[in-house]
């Protein structure tokens, strides 16, 4: 049997690598962290040309320096004895930007062949790159290839195959300067540096292998020494105060740019003849005055389609929700099922979980226009125009991106901090992300903004995103008062060009989160729906019909006066709420098993809920004041636990999850009395 060819996908982010990888290995891959670092690794097999080829898809990088984790991993990975060929994916469109992760990935010493990516775009734009001298440049394979168009991959994949044993090809490129170094290094490295840096590389490889012995791309070694870098001056501790009296990286980083300034004058052709359509629209998108109220706007626009087109597609599913409960409910009435198994499933599992599944179509519509954003290369510029606000906050722009991951699921947000390069930015961070509004509390705004504000449904839910940001911000902004220091960590992020979105990738992305949203109805909510049928059903005297003497109601009451100010005095919210820790979604299916309505999303069930919350005296006022404190609480226990991953520190998890409790009791009491007070004028 053929020993597999192992090969490493390396790519910026937004460079289409993922939708390179999944046109090579579509549902075959497996999604998992690496061995003892909380990093996501995606990986997957397929055989070409008899060949056993394993893929490796490694975080999305700009650089392989040690700051953030991800850099990290993906040097080690790439440095290891495992890698037979590195893929370095590359975005045509924006070539120059791409080019500086190439020539380190060059300069560690593996076999790399270079993904053009988007020629399509580069096509569409009037330009072209020269494809016989780049890769005289270069020294490696550039296969043109377009992932969302599925062309040239089997070119590319050939080039793996028959690249993976070789070393650089013929070099033919000379610097617009002479050279007096006593090597000619031109015909055998790619990137080669000034003469001062050339001599310091000699005199540091001499010393190296002296004290180390013989090494395999000491070069390499000898510049991570002239940037300091802390991981192999640990790893290799040498006295060279002599030769490195200060840190090169910025010199080594502008030659790479100058060099990188060449070969894109030599081989990009007709970059200039045609007005780029992204700059025209980053005019507007990326502007300092309009660049944020723009972002507003287009999440309105995408919570807008989040109701109507959702709420279209929920009446049809609701149909087919009541069907299918009505006939397991009449099969267990005509079986002779007794009485208490039939109110368990009536009463427990079907109207909690097919209360969470009727909003499934508005979960559907919110990832698939997230997904629009994210593949259009939208996502990236708001967090280019949050980084001044983010600076003034005391945390960088690049913060803004787990917050804007929020949007979807908590748990990818704060495992998204790691790209942080400051723990104290990491750790504020992981602190405001959960206040973001994630798809799992979607279903407690359509509910209740449906029930109580009529007309005005869509403005109630989506003011819950805007407070949500607002809180984060302002929370960030309090925490900046006891920790300041100097200097913010800017944002560098690249900014992708404008393209259409790939279906593919977004019907994978769509369903993955469908996936995940249907796997939680069928086992954390299901389990919720029936712990809280059992504390309803059950009290100190065993099964009771009335629920005000179950365990639950005792419950509730205990923490009625504590939620009073915020309007939330009822002891069936307060279990609601409490069941909420588990999933946010449960509130709504614990609601629907509270006052006994069998589908609470459809409009009879709907009539039902506002009826019985009109019997407690719950108004308007009390059904915002639920929204934000749903909005604001604590987060559910899988985003608890990842927080426990993240910051290794039960300290800070229990901190964290006690905060933001107070925060959302706070904020809450501020709605409620503020609410009471504007209705009495």
């Given at each position: 049997?053929?020993?597999?060819?192992?090969?490493?996908?390396?790519?910026?982010?937004?460079?289409?690598?993922?939708?390179?990888?999944?046109?090579?290995?579509?549902?075959?891959?497996?999604?998992?962290?690496?061995?003892?670092?909380?990093?996501?690794?995606?990986?997957?097999?397929?055989?070409?040309?008899?060949?056993?080829?394993?893929?490796?898809?490694?975080?999305?990088?700009?650089?392989?320096?040690?700051?953030?984790?991800?850099?990290?991993?993906?040097?080690?990975?790439?440095?290891?004895e495992e890698v037979h060929v590195v893929i370095d994916v590359?975005?045509?469109?924006?070539?120059?930007?791409?080019?500086?992760?190439?020539?380190?990935?060059?300069?560690?010493?593996?076999?790399?062949?270079?993904?053009?990516?988007?020629?399509?775009?580069?096509?569409?734009?009037?330009?072209?790159?020269?494809?016989?001298?780049?890769?005289?440049?270069?020294?490696?394979?550039?296969?043109?290839?377009?992932?969302?168009?599925?062309?040239?991959?089997?070119?590319?994949?050939?080039?793996?195959?028959?690249?993976?044993?070789?070393?650089?090809?013929?070099?033919?490129?000379?610097?617009?300067?002479?050279?007096?170094?006593?090597?000619?290094?031109?015909?055998?490295?790619?990137?080669?540096?000034?003469?001062?840096?050339?001599?310091?590389?000699?005199?540091?490889?001499?010393?190296?292998?002296?004290?180390?012995?013989?090494?395999?791309?000491?070069?390499?070694?000898?510049?991570?020494?002239?940037?300091?870098?802390?991981?192999?001056?640990?790893?290799?501790?040498?006295?060279?105060?002599?030769?490195?009296?200060?840190?090169?990286?910025?010199?080594?980083?502008?030659?790479?740019?100058?060099?990188?300034?060449?070969?894109?004058?030599?081989?990009?052709?007709?970059?200039?003849?045609?007005?780029?359509?992204?700059?025209?629209?980053?005019?507007?998108?990326?502007?300092?005055?309009?660049?944020?109220?723009?972002?507003?706007?287009?999440?309105?626009?995408?919570?807008?389609?989040?109701?109507?087109?959702?709420?279209?597609?929920?009446?049809?599913?609701?149909?087919?929700?009541?069907?299918?409960?009505?006939?397991?409910?009449?099969?267990?009435?005509?079986?002779?099922?007794?009485?208490?198994?039939?109110?368990?499933?009536?009463?427990?599992?079907?109207?909690?979980?097919?209360?969470?599944?009727?909003?499934?179509?508005?979960?559907?519509?919110?990832?698939?226009?997230?997904?629009?954003?994210?593949?259009?290369?939208?996502?990236?510029?708001?967090?280019?125009?949050?980084?001044?606000?983010?600076?003034?906050?005391?945390?960088?722009?690049?913060?803004?991106?787990p917050m804007l991951l929020g949007f979807g699921c908590t748990?990818?947000?704060?495992?998204?901090?790691?790209?942080?390069?400051?723990?104290?930015?990491?750790?504020?961070?992981?602190?405001?992300?959960?206040?973001?509004?994630?798809?799992?509390?979607?279903?407690?705004?359509?509910?209740?903004?449906?029930?109580?504000?009529?007309?005005?449904?869509?403005?109630?839910?989506?003011?819950?995103?805007?407070?949500?940001?607002?809180?984060?911000?302002?929370?960030?902004?309090?925490?900046?008062?006891?920790?300041?220091?100097?200097?913010?960590?800017?944002?560098?992020?690249?900014?992708?060009?404008?393209?259409?979105?790939?279906?593919?990738?977004?019907?994978?992305?769509?369903?993955?989160?469908?996936?995940?949203?249907?796997?939680?109805?069928?086992?954390?909510?299901?389990?919720?729906?029936?712990?809280?049928?059992?504390?309803?059903?059950?009290?100190t005297a065993g099964m009771v019909t009335d629920m005000s003497?179950?365990?639950?109601?005792?419950?509730?009451?205990?923490?009625?006066?504590?939620?009073?100010?915020?309007?939330?005095?009822?002891?069936?919210?307060?279990?609601?709420?409490?069941?909420?820790?588990?999933?946010?979604?449960?509130?709504?299916?614990?609601?629907?098993?509270?006052?006994?309505?069998?589908?609470?999303?459809?409009?009879?069930?709907?009539?039902?809920?506002?009826?019985?919350?009109?019997?407690?005296?719950?108004?308007?006022?009390?059904?915002?004041?639920?929204?934000?404190?749903?909005?604001?609480?604590?987060?559910?226990?899988?985003?608890?636990?990842?927080?426990?991953?993240?910051?290794?520190?039960?300290?800070?998890?229990?901190?964290?999850?006690?905060?933001?409790?107070?925060?959302?009791?706070?904020?809450?009491?501020?709605?409620?009395?503020?609410?009471?007070?504007?209705?009495?004028?």
């Amino acid at each position: 049997m053929n020993t597999p060819i192992h090969v490493a996908f390396v790519g910026n982010p937004n460079c289409g690598k993922t939708t390179l990888f999944n046109a090579y290995t579509g549902a075959r891959l497996k999604v998992a962290n690496w061995p003892g670092v909380t990093v996501e690794k995606k990986e997957g097999a397929f055989s070409y040309q008899g060949e056993k080829i394993r893929l490796v898809d490694l975080p999305g990088i700009y650089s392989l320096t040690s700051y953030t984790m991800e850099e990290k991993v993906s040097r080690s990975y790439i440095m290891g004895e495992e890698v037979h060929v590195v893929i370095d994916v590359a975005d045509a469109s924006s070539l120059e930007r791409n080019l500086y992760l190439t020539l380190q990935l060059i300069e560690l010493g593996r076999p790399v062949v270079l993904a053009l990516n988007m020629m399509d775009i580069v096509e569409e734009r009037g330009m072209a790159i020269d494809l016989h001298r780049l890769p005289e440049m270069l020294g490696i394979p550039c296969i043109p290839v377009s992932a969302r168009q599925k062309r040239g991959l089997e070119i590319l994949m050939h080039a793996v195959l028959h690249h993976k044993d070789k070393e650089l090809d013929a070099l033919e490129h000379d610097h617009p300067y002479e050279s007096k170094h006593r090597h000619d290094h031109h015909k055998d490295i790619v990137m080669v540096y000034s003469d001062e840096i050339e001599d310091k590389i000699d005199v540091i490889s001499e010393r190296m292998e002296e004290t180390f012995g013989p090494m395999d791309n000491v070069r390499w070694y000898a510049l991570k020494y002239l940037e300091q870098d802390e991981e192999i001056l640990e790893k290799y501790p040498l006295d060279l105060g002599d030769v490195v009296e200060r840190s090169y990286e910025t010199d080594i980083i502008n030659e790479k740019y100058d060099f990188i300034e060449e070969i894109i004058q030599e081989c990009l052709v007709g970059k200039s003849e045609k007005a780029e359509f992204t700059d025209k629209i980053d005019r507007w998108l990326t502007n300092r005055i309009w660049g944020v109220p723009i972002f507003l706007g287009v999440m309105a626009l995408v919570f807008f389609l989040t109701f109507a087109v959702g709420d279209w597609l929920k009446g049809y599913l609701e149909q087919g929700i009541e069907a299918v409960s009505s006939l397991i409910t009449n099969g267990l009435v005509a079986l002779g099922v007794g009485e208490l198994v039939r109110s368990l499933v009536a009463d427990g599992i079907l109207a909690g979980v097919g209360g969470i599944l009727t909003f499934l179509p508005n979960i559907f519509i919110l990832f698939l226009a997230l997904a629009f954003l994210e593949d259009s290369g939208y996502m990236a510029r708001v967090a280019y125009v949050m980084d001044g606000i983010m600076g003034k906050i005391g945390l960088s722009g690049r913060a803004f991106i787990p917050m804007l991951l929020g949007f979807g699921c908590t748990v990818p947000a704060v495992m998204a901090s790691r790209a942080l390069e400051d723990p104290r930015d990491r750790l504020k961070t992981i602190l405001v992300t959960p206040f973001m509004s994630c798809s799992a509390r979607l279903p407690i705004y359509v509910l209740f903004s449906q029930m109580f504000f009529g007309n005005y449904a869509l403005l109630a839910a989506y003011s819950m995103y805007v407070l949500g940001i607002l809180v984060a911000i302002l929370v960030a902004l309090v925490m900046n008062q006891f920790t300041k220091r100097k200097g913010i960590n800017t944002l560098l992020i690249e900014l992708p060009e404008y393209k259409t979105p790939n279906l593919h990738s977004i019907a994978i992305y769509t369903w993955e989160k469908v996936e995940d949203y249907l796997k939680k109805a069928g086992t954390t909510i299901f389990a919720a729906s029936i712990l809280i049928w059992v504390l309803l059903n059950f009290g100190t005297a065993g099964m009771v019909t009335d629920m005000s003497e179950s365990f639950g109601a005792t419950l509730g009451r205990l923490l009625v006066p504590v939620m009073g100010p915020a309007g939330l005095g009822y002891w069936q919210i307060v279990v609601a709420l409490i069941s909420g820790l588990a999933a946010k979604e449960v509130v709504v299916s614990s609601m629907s098993v509270l006052f006994g309505v069998s589908n609470a999303a459809g409009q009879a069930g709907m009539s039902a809920m506002a009826a019985a919350l009109a019997g407690i005296s719950f108004t308007t006022v009390n059904a915002y004041a639920l929204m934000t404190f749903c909005l604001l609480y604590t987060p559910c226990m899988a985003a608890i636990a990842t927080i426990k991953r993240e910051t290794r520190s039960w300290r800070w998890t229990l901190f964290g999850a006690g905060f933001q409790l107070v925060v959302a009791w706070m904020v809450a009491v501020v709605v409620y009395q503020a609410g009471l007070f504007l209705t009495k004028i």
